[in-house]
């Protein structure tokens, strides 16, 4: 099993989100969170204020902590073929300065703020529903049901 510990921007303004358009190395596009891999001995913390200023172009500033998604994709459906657990940590965020950007030499094409209606019409990532269930749920415990993957929502 591979794993991996991940940090998240929500950033609602104006019943918009800010979304990322991710490239795979296959070609495929999809919108998701600003947010990506927690590197060896960094805070979550710093990983999503750093991870949204390479993806976006924007500095950022931590509100709060929304919560933490674990979840396990199986072998079948996991891109890599190998059963993956991705945990996840989820932290509400609001923009203080910049353009917003493509990342330069990296897998992200774009950022734009999306009306949160519209979200449901895009190819997206799973955690951008269960990013904008913590933000609009704020549940005490941190915990949002498991979001289940299929039709326009990829992992």
Known sequence: MSFRLAAYAVCIEEARVLLVRHVSSAGETNWTLP????????DPFDAVIR???????CDAM???????????IPAAEAWSGLEHQNVGIFYQVRIT?????PEPNGETAGSVWTPIPDVVHLR????????????????????????SAGGLIQH
């Open 35 to 42: 947010g990506g891999k927690v590197e060896h001995a960094e």
């Open 51 to 57: 991870e949204v200023a390479e993806e976006t172009g």
């Open 62 to 72: 931590v509100e709060r902590l929304l919560g933490v998604d674990s979840r396990v």
């Open 97 to 101: 300065a910049g353009v917003l950007r």
């Open 124 to 147: 997206r990532s799973s955690l951008v529903d269960v990013g904008l269930a913590l933000a609009q749920t704020r549940p005490l415990t941190g915990h949002v049901p498991p979001v």
